[in-house]
C-alpha cells in the first residue's frame, strides 16, 4: 500500500514538472518611444526550452479594448510572416531567435517611416506546441518638436487707464506632437492668470497630419512700469527619453500713460544767450505719448513745434519766463513748468565829443562808454596801436602828432561775441609842414618818366600845387594832372613827369593858416629803344642767320676797304694836308650829356661835350 502510494506521489510530480516547463513567460518594454518618420524597434523576449511553434502580434488604441486587431503572425517552422496588416505593407520587418541553452527566444519588430497612426499598444502572443501561451505588451510613443515660437506684440500700444486688461501678446507653435505647452513670462518671472490683472488665453488647432498648432494670447493690466517690462512665451514639448525647452524673441511694448509733470528747459543751458542768437526751448512730460504742449512768455501765447519752442533772432525783449503747459483732458491732469532765459546785450558806443578841432598846444578829453547787460572793457587805439584800456582818453599838448583817428573799443570778458567799435577824428589846426622831402620814384626808363610824391600835413586840409621849370634855361614846364588823396593828417600828392632834361620840381602846400613850399633837383634820363629781331621756327635757323649777317658785313667791309685804296694808289683821293679849318664848339655846361643808344643792331651816337676856344683840323 505504501509502495503504491509513493508511485503515485512521483508519477504527479513528473507531470506537474513538465506542465511548468511547457508554460510560456513573455517580457516586453513598457513603452517604446520614438521620433516622427523614425524607425521604431520593440523587442518580444519569451523563455521556452523549445522555439515556439509562432508569435502573432496585434495592436490596439491605447483605452480601446475593442479596437484590437491583429498585426502579422510569424510561424517559427517557416521562419516567415503570414496574415501582415495591409496598413504596415512594406514598413515591417521582424526576425526571430531561439537559444536552447538559455532556454529563451526573442522577436524583434522593426517599423520603418513611423506615422503618427502607429501610437498603439503592440501585443506579442507567443506560442508553444502543446498550445499553451503567454503574451507582453509595449506602447510605442511618438513625437515630432515643434517650430519655433513666433510672438507678435500690440504695438499700437495699451494704456493704464483701461479698466479691463489689454492684450499685449500673441505665441503661437506649429507642427508639436503631443502638445506643446506654452508659459508667458515678465522678465524672467512666470505669468499666471489672475482676475483683473493677468489673463491668457489658449487655442490649438489639431491639423489634418494630426500635428498640433497651438495659440497663446496675454492680456494684462497694464503698469506705468511695464514700459520697461520684457514679455516672452517659452514653449515645453516632450522627446523621447525627456522635456525639452525653447523661447521665443523678448519683446517691449508701448504703455500710454499721461504725464504727471513736465520738464522745460534751454538746450545748451551753459551757453550765455545774445542778440541776435537762435534759441531751442523744449518742453517733456514724464507720459508716453507726449501731451500737447503750450508756451507762453509774459501771458502771450508762443508758437511753437509741440515739443520744441524756437527763437529765432532773440531781442532783450524776449528775456523773461517761458511757460509750458499741457492739459491732458482725458485724464483731467494739468501741469507746467517755466525756465527764465536771459537776452545779454550791447548798445552802441557813444564818444564824446564825436570829432574835434584842436589848436597845437591844447589839451583834449575823450570819453567812450557802452551799455551793456554784463560787465565790460575799453581800449582805444590809434594806428592799430592800443594805447589806454579805459573809458576815457586824454590828450595833451596837442601837434601834428597827435591828429588822426582814434578807435574806442568796447568788448564784453565773458561773452566775445559781444564787440562794438567807434572811429573819433582828431584834428590839429596849423599852417601846412612837409613830412618828408620830395619822393621820386619808380622810373619808367622807356618812357623816360618819372613819379614825384609830396606829403603835407595840416588843417584846414591844405590845397597841393606842383610847378616844374626847366633847369638850363629856367623855362617852365607843363604839369601833368597830380593824384591827391586825403589822409587821417593831411594829403598826399602825385605827379607823374617826363624828365627829357633836368627839372625843378617845387611842390607848395596852402590852407587859410599858411603857405609852405619844398622843391627838388630832378635828373634827366636816357631813353632807351629796343629793336626786337623776328625770332625764327627753330633755334638752328636763328643762329644761322646772324652768322650769315656777320660774314656778309665783314665781306662789305674788305670790299670798301679795297676800293678805297685802288682810288688813294690812283690819285683820286686827295687827304689835303692844307686849307685847316678851325671848328668852334659852343660853351656847354659839364652836366649836359644827351646819350642815344640802340640794342642789338642799333646806331649808337653821343654827342660829348666841348670846351670853348678849342679848334681841331679836318685831319685831326
Not at 513736465?262 to 505719448?289: A, F
Not at 638850363?472 to 607843363?478: A, K
Not at 607823374?496 to 627839372?503: C, D, F, G, I
Request: hydrophobic share 35%; glycine share 6%.
Amino acid at each position: 500500500m505504501t509502495l503504491r502510494y509513493i508511485a503515485l506521489l512521483i508519477a504527479g510530480l513528473s507531470v506537474l514538472t513538465c506542465k511548468t516547463w511547457a508554460m510560456v513567460n513573455v517580457s516586453m518594454e513598457d513603452r517604446v518611444e520614438v521620433y516622427l518618420k523614425d524607425k521604431a524597434e520593440i523587442s518580444c523576449i519569451y523563455t521556452l526550452k523549445e522555439p515556439a511553434k509562432m508569435l502573432v502580434w496585434s495592436t490596439k488604441s491605447p483605452g480601446r479594448e475593442k479596437s484590437k486587431k491583429g498585426l502579422f503572425t510569424y510561424d517559427t517552422l517557416e521562419n516567415k510572416i503570414i496574415d501582415e496588416d495591409s496598413e504596415y505593407a512594406g514598413r515591417i520587418n521582424f526576425t526571430h531567435s531561439h537559444e536552447p541553452q538559455n532556454s529563451q527566444g526573442s522577436g524583434l519588430l522593426i517599423i520603418d517611416n513611423v506615422q503618427l497612426s502607429d501610437q498603439k499598444e503592440y501585443t506579442c502572443t507567443v506560442h508553444n506546441v502543446s498550445t499553451d501561451s503567454g503574451e507582453g505588451h509595449t506602447l510605442l510613443q511618438i513625437f515630432n518638436s515643434p517650430s519655433l515660437p513666433v510672438i507678435e506684440g500690440t504695438y499700437t500700444g495699451i494704456s493704464v487707464t483701461e479698466e479691463e486688461p489689454s492684450k499685449v501678446a500673441q505665441c503661437i507653435v506649429d507642427n508639436g506632437y503631443p502638445r506643446p505647452i506654452i508659459t508667458w513670462y515678465k522678465d524672467r518671472l512666470p505669468l499666471q492668470q489672475s482676475d483683473g490683472e493677468v489673463k491668457i488665453s489658449e487655442s490649438e488647432t489639431n491639423k489634418a497630419n494630426g500635428l498640433f498648432t497651438v495659440e497663446s494670447n496675454l492680456f494684462i493690466k497694464a503698469q506705468r512700469t511695464d514700459k520697461d517690462a520684457v514679455f516672452y512665451c517659452e514653449v515645453k514639448y516632450p522627446v523621447p527619453g525627456g522635456v525639452r525647452m525653447t523661447e521665443s524673441k523678448k519683446i517691449n511694448i508701448s504703455v500710454h500713460y499721461p504725464s504727471t509733470e513736465v520738464k522745460v528747459y534751454v538746450n545748451q543751458p551753459d551757453r550765455l544767450i545774445k542778440e541776435g542768437d537762435t534759441v531751442e526751448i523744449w518742453c517733456e512730460g514724464n507720459g508716453n505719448p507726449q501731451p500737447v504742449f503750450t508756451f507762453t512768455h509774459n501771458g502771450e501765447e508762443l508758437s511753437g513745434d509741440n515739443q520744441m519752442l524756437l527763437l529765432e533772432n532773440v531781442t532783450r525783449s524776449d528775456s523773461g519766463m517761458i511757460v509750458c503747459q499741457s492739459n491732458d483732458f482725458e485724464a483731467n491732469i494739468y501741469t507746467e513748468d517755466s525756465v527764465n532765459i536771459t537776452v545779454h546785450y550791447l548798445d552802441q558806443i557813444v564818444v564824446t565829443p564825436e570829432k574835434s578841432v584842436l589848436h597845437q598846444g591844447e589839451n583834449l578829453n575823450l570819453t567812450c562808454n557802452a551799455l551793456s547787460s554784463l560787465t565790460t572793457v575799453t581800449a582805444w587805439y590809434k594806428d592799430g596801436t592800443r594805447l589806454v584800456e579805459t573809458h576815457g582818453l586824454e590828450l595833451h599838448n596837442a601837434s601834428y602828432d597827435t591828429a588822426g583817428v582814434y578807435m574806442c573799443e568796447v568788448t564784453v570778458r565773458s561773452l566775445p561775441e559781444l564787440q562794438e567799435q567807434k572811429s573819433v577824428q582828431i584834428s590839429v589846426r596849423g599852417k601846412p609842414k612837409f613830412t618828408k622831402e620830395i619822393e621820386v620814384g619808380p622810373v619808367n626808363k622807356a618812357e623816360r618818366s618819372v613819379n614825384l610824391t609830396c606829403y603835407a600835413e595840416g588843417f584846414p586840409f591844405p590845397t597841393i600845387t606842383w610847378t616844374l621849370s626847366d633847369q638850363r634855361t629856367g623855362h617852365p614846364v607843363p604839369v601833368p594832372e597830380a593824384e591827391n588823396q586825403m589822409t587821417d593828417t593831411g594829403i598826399v600828392s602825385m605827379i607823374s613827369v617826363r624828365a627829357m632834361s633836368e627839372l625843378t620840381a617845387k611842390c607848395s602846400a596852402a590852407n587859410v593858416l599858411g603857405t609852405e613850399e619844398i622843391t627838388r633837383k630832378i635828373k634827366a634820363y636816357a631813353r632807351v629803344t629796343t629793336t626786337t629781331t623776328q625770332a625764327t621756327s627753330t633755334k638752328g635757323g636763328g643762329s644761322g642767320v646772324i652768322i650769315a649777317v656777320l660774314i656778309i658785313c665783314l665781306l662789305l667791309i674788305a670790299i670798301l676797304g679795297s676800293v678805297l685804296y685802288f682810288l688813294y694808289k690812283k690819285g683820286k683821293l686827295s687827304c689835303g694836308r692844307s686849307g685847316k679849318k678851325d671848328f668852334t664848339k659852343e660853351k656847354a655846361s659839364k652836366d649836359d650829356i644827351v646819350m642815344e643808344m640802340k640794342s642789338g643792331k642799333s646806331e649808337e651816337a653821343v654827342l660829348l661835350q666841348g670846351v670853348n676856344g678849342d679848334k681841331k683840323s679836318p685831319t685831326e
